[in-house]
């Protein structure tokens, strides 16, 4: 099995025309690189160096709700909860000035320029929506960087579900328990995940179409697989599927999913018209 060094993963990553001052969200998997000298600590100062503090490097710390799981500690801790997202994120948001955002289930991770500014209010608005973390980023000109996986991971295809009020995900109807910084206990708000998985997005039939255009560039680093695209074309194709179904999957209009309902389901305190929290919603509290 080759070895891949710091040095590889950034030759790499400069080779997909990544530059100081970009923006970046990764997903990853550190096995499928094969032997990273130095692990997944490699990986992320690669990353680091390339981007340069000017830049703005983003990753999931999601739980997914296994912190509410029967053998769970039954609350998301910003400072203790693990993620579930493999290796790299789990050393990624532990690193000193990594800003990790407040939300219950799908927590983001971000190091960089305005890092704070990008996770401060997530806990007021929707999951994986247009102001979430990702969705900033998407706006500012980010990238999607796929390391070692492919698109079926990758996070912002529901920002795009969410900007376009897909009837299948629940805006903040789902409560859970999340301690703060400094100690309170709040009942933090998420999505309501659907009741079966969407045959469009969660297969990721839209890697193809990015492909056959060719908006997204490629590299070997060690045995895995690289894939760079802007999050803005995603949207476009990502979009333009869910809006007129493929194949023989209808669009999202005509799609019969809908959220699951479970005990932790509740109203939601999102004001669509508004595109903001209701006066009342507790996150206004902190």
Not at 120 to 131: A, I, S
Not at 137 to 165: F, I, K, P, Q, S
Request: one cysteine or more; aromatic letters at 6%.
């Amino acid at each position: 099995m080759m070895e891949v060094t710091r040095d590889d993963m950034a030759a790499g990553l400069r080779q997909l025309g990544l530059r100081a001052g970009d923006r970046v969200m990764v997903h990853s998997s550190l096995k499928n690189f094969g032997r990273v000298d130095g692990g997944p600590r490699a990986v992320v100062d690669a990353l680091m160096e390339v981007l340069t503090p000017d830049g703005t490097l983003m990753m999931p710390s999601f739980n997914q709700g296994q912190a509410f799981a029967p053998d769970g500690p039954g609350v998301f801790d910003p400072r203790t909860t693990p993620t579930i997202n493999g290796a790299i994120p789990q050393v990624f948001w532990q690193m000193p000035d990594v800003c990790r955002s407040l939300h219950p289930t799908h927590s983001f991770a971000v190091w960089g320029r305005d890092a704070r500014a990008f996770v401060e209010n997530h806990h007021r608005t929707l999951t994986c929506g247009p102001d979430s973390p990702l969705g900033r980023l998407a706006r500012d000109g980010g990238y999607g960087l796929l390391m070692g996986v492919d698109y079926r991971v990758n996070t912002y295809h529901h920002v795009v579900e969410m900007t376009l009020g897909v009837p299948c995900l629940g805006r903040r109807t789902t409560a859970l328990p999340m301690k703060l910084p400094d100690g309170r206990l709040v009942q933090a708000r998420a999505w309501t995940w659907r009741d079966r998985s969407c045959p469009i997005n969660d297969t990721a039939l839209y890697g193809a179409e990015m492909a056959r255009r060719g908006l997204h560039r490629q590299t070997q680093i060690g045995q895995a697989t690289v894939t760079c695209f802007r999050l803005r074309d995603a949207f476009e194709v990502i979009a333009g599927l869910l809006q007129t179904g493929v194949g023989e999957h209808p669009p999202c209009s005509a799609c019969p999913i809908r959220p699951h309902q479970s005990a932790r389901s509740v109203a939601s305190d999102w004001d669509d018209a508004a595109g903001c929290v209701m006066p009342d919603s507790e996150s206004l509290s902190y």
